[in-house]
């Protein structure tokens, strides 16, 4: 029997089972509090093509270069609005860009930040992962080093994972660990978290904080807004989108719940004090808020900040934008308070 308690219903046994609730078509308009660069990526058409599911990593290379070669375009402006360079290196055998602000701060001169970034494990090779990081060197004045991950056809899950875990046992070799943070945004999230379990698993020496954006954190799909936020999230769009079959065509056929796939069934205690990032509109917010709260179970310090009106890893789309400032001033901030100095 359920009883109504102050406009509420509290459930008994007999509302333990409820049917999905039905919500009728609706317009939604962009938020009225956001700055006026933030309005205009929110009120954007769904990304172009987002039901293209290419369905091998030869087919995937041809859409990732495509996109690539319009990221990198923009590269110059953007490196020079945030002061920092870029050098191309290689690090025990996988390929890493060197970004470095024209101003470090004193307190980070012993402090090194490796960036995995995102794309759903086939998208952004070469420079075009590095806005992110960009966005970070120049916003928190770190060194950061940037790992171009192999990626289908050139290789498949772990590759990713492990030229994550080379360049990270690289760093440590000649920075304290506690002066090193990780970070990235949606498959780099997950990257960020997956690294940590493994290094784990490896008895590697953890990070001193790490910051996984919007992570993929459960690529089998599981969580409410996976289904709320589908067709409003104007980047990601559908849980059925080019992230879901990019991400299978990397797994090939591995289990997607595997913790190092789907971070958020592994063991995540112990981890690095964790600052979490999404927005209300992102279709990852789901899987984003359900690791905040496993961190916070197993006693982990972790910080989750959501933007108003935001879709995917917008936070890192439009450097003038107040949003973009206070995202990345945010997670240095967190850095500084947990890393060594």
């Excluded at 962009?30 to 990526?41: E, F, H, L, R, T």
């Excluded at 940037?146 to 000649?174: C, Q």
């Excluded at 379990?197 to 690529?219: C, N």
Aim: charged share 20%.
């Amino acid at each position: 029997m359920a009883v109504l308690c102050g406009g509420m219903m509290l459930a008994g046994p007999a509302f333990a089972q409820t049917a999905a609730l039905e919500v009728p078509a609706r317009s939604v308009p962009v938020p009225s509090d956001v700055s006026p660069q933030m309005a205009k990526i929110i009120g954007a058409p769904l990304r172009t093509n987002w039901n293209v599911l290419p369905k091998s990593g030869e087919e995937w290379k041809v859409v990732a270069d495509a996109g690539a070669a319009v990221t990198i375009k923009n590269l110059p402006g953007l490196m020079e609005r945030m002061h920092v360079k870029v050098e191309k290196t290689t690090i025990d055998g996988v390929r890493a860009f060197i970004v470095t602000p024209e101003t470090i701060s004193p307190q980070n001169q012993n402090r090194v930040l490796v960036h995995v970034h995102g794309g759903c494990y086939v998208l952004n090779p070469g420079e075009a992962a590095l806005p992110e990081a960009i966005f970070m060197a120049g916003f928190g004045h770190f060194k950061v080093i940037a790992v171009d991950y192999r990626m289908p056809p050139e290789a498949y899950f772990p590759a990713a994972l492990d030229d994550g875990m080379t360049v990270y046992k690289s760093v440590i070799k000649t920075t304290n660990p506690k002066n090193v943070a990780v970070f990235g945004s949606s498959a780099g999230g997950a990257l960020t978290l997956e690294m940590m379990l493994k290094a784990k698993q490896d008895g590697v020496p953890l990070p001193g904080a790490i910051a996984p954006g919007t992570p993929m954190s459960d690529v089998t799909k599981v969580g409410d807004t996976f289904v709320t936020n589908a067709m409003l999230d104007n980047v990601l769009v559908s849980p059925d989108g080019f992230c879901d079959a990019g991400t299978r065509v990397y797994a090939q056929g591995h289990d997607l719940k595997d913790p190092l796939l789907s971070p958020v069934y592994g063991d995540m205690k112990n981890f690095p004090p964790t600052i979490l990032t999404s927005g209300t509109r992102d279709l990852l917010l789901s899987n984003t808020v359900r690791v905040h709260r496993k961190l916070r179970e197993v006693g982990t310090e972790a910080m989750l900040q959501v933007f108003e009106g935001q879709s995917h890893a917008q936070y890192y789309r439009d450097d003038t934008s107040p949003e973009a400032k206070a995202a990345f001033e945010e997670i240095a901030s967190f850095f500084d308070k947990h890393l060594g100095k």
